[in-house]
């Protein structure tokens, strides 16, 4: 039986509705973005230390009581952790939930499609931030384009909608690159998402600054207008546009110009089992240890409603910037 609190869901002291759950299955990636990899030297997190699958769907289904109704699994890199398909195959039957989603590097995507595409999975997150085969090495340290390439072009092919490819907008790496990624567009259905690179603590973040969100506007409105897109209910930070008469279309991310807070409807729950209510914000609340511990669903939920009663208004980019402790990897974006 769920107490009134946790009957009314998930709602923060400003009146946010949180009802969009985004699980870092693995703090393990395949790659080594330049963005992404911390610049010092980073603490392993033991095996022991990681959710295991029965450990995530308990919280999840948890996290559904209260009002999650959209989960996405990220990483790390979801893939390199074994029995993912099985494990998400088990997360779409939880009742309640009207969407999971995924967030991969696409290297290891082109074996699951069948699979995920069968367990229901329709949206995915692709990251790809050049079309140069070269420049990909350099970006992630691994020779992989043309796999991911071709994970892109199968997943349409078998039908999954939207595809959404990531794109960190990279000063001096793939500035050179924005027009030609937005121009997919107009031959590919797919929606190409332009994010302001924030500020991780990788050497590459460190030494640049951001390349934003107003400069690629700029940049991409050389080749046509860019036509607003209606928002949908269900949307996230992304800025929407479309070229005219184009298949797919334009996000715009402004993670770092201009924060989305006062709509921020997520939270995420990180590989070793932290709730993180904030991506900008070095808080997190212990659950796995209650978990453990023996704890209740009923109990599991009060932690739940205690970190997002305590999520921040807004973050702080200024002072998160600096922090040596944040890595993308184990957050999963
Ligand atoms: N391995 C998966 C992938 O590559 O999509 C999921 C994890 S990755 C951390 C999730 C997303 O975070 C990716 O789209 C990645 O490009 C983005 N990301 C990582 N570091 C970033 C940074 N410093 N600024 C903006 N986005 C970043």
Same mark, same amino acid.
């Given at each position: 039986?769920?107490? &009134?609190?946790?009957?009314?869901?998930?709602?923060?002291?400003?009146?946010? $509705?949180?009802?969009?759950? #985004?699980?870092? %299955?693995?703090?393990?990636?395949?790659?080594?973005?330049?963005?992404?990899?911390?610049?010092?030297?980073?603490?392993?997190?033991? $095996?022991?230390?990681?959710?295991?699958?029965?450990?995530?769907? #308990?919280?999840?289904?948890?996290?559904?009581?209260?009002?999650?109704?959209?989960?996405?699994?990220?990483?790390?890199?979801?893939?390199? *952790?074994?029995?993912?398909?099985?494990?998400?195959?088990?997360?779409?039957? %939880?009742?309640?939930?009207?969407?999971?989603?995924?967030? &991969?590097?696409?290297?290891?995507?082109?074996?699951?499609?069948?699979?995920?595409?069968?367990?229901?999975? *329709? #949206?995915?997150? +692709?990251?790809?931030?050049?079309?140069?085969?070269?420049?990909?090495?350099?970006?992630?340290?691994?020779?992989?384009?043309? !796999?991911?390439?071709?994970?892109?072009?199968?997943?349409?092919?078998?039908?999954?909608?939207?595809?959404? +490819?990531?794109?960190?907008?990279?000063?001096?790496?793939?500035?050179?690159?924005?027009?030609?990624?937005?121009?997919?567009?107009?031959?590919?259905?797919? $929606?190409?998402?332009?994010?302001?690179?924030?500020?991780?603590?990788?050497?590459?973040?460190?030494?640049?600054?951001?390349?934003?969100?107003?400069?690629? !506007?700029?940049?991409?409105?050389?080749?046509?207008?860019?036509?607003?897109?209606?928002?949908?209910?269900?949307?996230?930070?992304? *800025?929407?546009?479309?070229?005219?008469?184009?298949?797919?279309?334009?996000?715009?991310?402004?993670?770092?110009? !201009?924060?989305?807070?006062?709509?921020?409807?997520?939270?995420?729950?990180?590989?070793?089992?932290?709730?993180? &209510?904030?991506?900008?914000?070095?808080? &997190?609340?212990?659950?796995?240890?209650?978990? #453990?511990?023996?704890?209740?669903?009923?109990?599991?939920?009060?932690?739940?409603?205690?970190?997002?009663?305590?999520?921040?208004?807004? $973050?702080? +980019?200024?002072?998160?910037?600096?922090?040596?402790?944040?890595?993308?990897?184990?957050?999963?974006?």
């Amino acid at each position: 039986m769920l107490t &009134t609190s946790e009957q009314k869901g998930l709602i923060d002291a400003y009146q946010r $509705h949180i009802n969009y759950l #985004r699980i870092s %299955i693995t703090d393990h990636c395949n790659l080594q973005c330049l963005y992404c990899v911390p610049s010092g030297a980073v603490q392993k997190v033991s $095996h022991e230390s990681i959710l295991r699958y029965e450990e995530i769907l #308990r919280l999840a289904a948890v996290g559904v009581q209260l009002g999650i109704t959209k989960l996405r699994v990220t990483g790390g890199e979801p893939f390199v *952790r074994k029995g993912c398909c099985g494990f998400l195959e088990k997360l779409s039957r %939880i009742k309640g939930l009207s969407d999971i989603s995924l967030t &991969t590097n696409g290297i290891l995507l082109q074996q699951h499609l069948p699979r995920l595409y069968e367990i229901g999975i *329709r #949206r995915l997150n +692709i990251s790809l931030d050049t079309l140069d085969p070269d420049k990909y090495s350099k970006i992630t340290g691994v020779n992989a384009f043309d !796999r991911v390439w071709e994970a892109i072009l199968s997943a349409l092919e078998i039908g999954f909608s939207p595809v959404k +490819i990531n794109v960190v907008a990279l000063n001096g790496i793939n500035d050179d690159e924005l027009k030609a990624l937005a121009n997919l567009t107009f031959k590919l259905p797919v $929606h190409v998402r332009f994010i302001e690179q924030m500020p991780f603590g990788s050497r590459y973040t460190q030494n640049q600054s951001a390349l934003l969100a107003r400069q690629i !506007r700029q940049q991409i409105e050389t080749i046509a207008p860019l036509l607003p897109v209606t928002r949908q209910e269900n949307d996230g930070p992304a *800025r929407r546009f479309r070229f005219e008469d184009a298949a797919g279309e334009i996000g715009l991310i402004t993670a770092v110009s !201009r924060h989305f807070c006062s709509e921020c409807n997520r939270l995420r729950l990180t590989a070793d089992g932290r709730i993180r &209510t904030c991506l900008l914000s070095n808080k &997190t609340t212990d659950i796995k240890t209650a978990l #453990r511990n023996g704890a209740t669903d009923e109990e599991l939920a009060g932690i739940f409603l205690a970190a997002v009663a305590d999520k921040p208004r807004q $973050h702080n +980019i200024d002072s998160f910037r600096s922090s040596e402790l944040n890595r993308m990897v184990s957050i999963g974006g």
